[in-house]
Nanobody, 119 residues
Framework: QVQLVEYGGGLVQAGGSLRLSCVAS?????VGWYRQAPGKRRELIGS???????NYADSVEGRFTISRDSAKTTIFLQINNLKPEDTAVYYC????????????????WGQGTQVTVSS
C-alpha cells in the first residue's frame, strides 16, 4: 500500500511557474502525473520510470519536467510558462508499470492539488 500526497498548487499568473511535489509513503517505481480540468476527463500528462526516464504528453512537452529524488519517495513536476488552459487539479499516480515507453496507470492516487492560472 502506497500513500501519496501532492503539494505545491496555487494561483499563478500566465507565464509563471510552479513546482509540484508528490510525496510517497514508500519507495516508488514508475509514477505518472495526471490532471483533470473542470468538465474534462483526467489525462496523463507525464511519467517517470524507476531509472529516471520520462515521457510527456504533446500538450505539455517542453514546459513540464518530471524528476524524482534519490530515495524515490518524492516526485516533482516543474511547470513553466503556465497557461490558463493548464488550470486543473493535478494528481500523481503510483503502482503502475512502464511499458513501451508509456505509463500504465496504477492503483494509488493522491488527493490532488489545484493549479489555477489567471490570464
Amino acid at each position: 500500500q502506497v500513500q501519496l500526497v501532492e503539494y505545491g498548487g496555487g494561483l499563478v499568473q500566465a507565464g509563471g511557474s510552479l513546482r509540484l511535489s508528490c510525496v510517497a509513503s514508500g519507495r516508488t517505481g514508475a509514477v505518472g502525473w495526471y490532471r483533470q480540468a473542470p468538465g474534462k476527463r483526467r489525462e496523463l500528462i507525464g511519467s517517470i520510470n524507476s531509472a529516471g526516464g520520462t515521457n510527456y504528453a504533446d500538450s505539455v512537452e517542453g514546459r513540464f519536467t518530471i524528476s524524482r529524488d534519490s530515495a524515490k519517495t518524492t516526485i516533482f513536476l516543474q511547470i513553466n510558462n503556465l497557461k490558463p488552459e493548464d488550470t486543473a487539479v493535478y494528481y500523481c499516480n503510483a503502482g503502475g508499470i512502464w511499458t513501451s515507453n508509456e505509463y500504465v496507470q496504477g492503483h494509488y492516487w493522491g488527493q490532488g492539488t489545484q493549479v489555477t492560472v489567471s490570464s
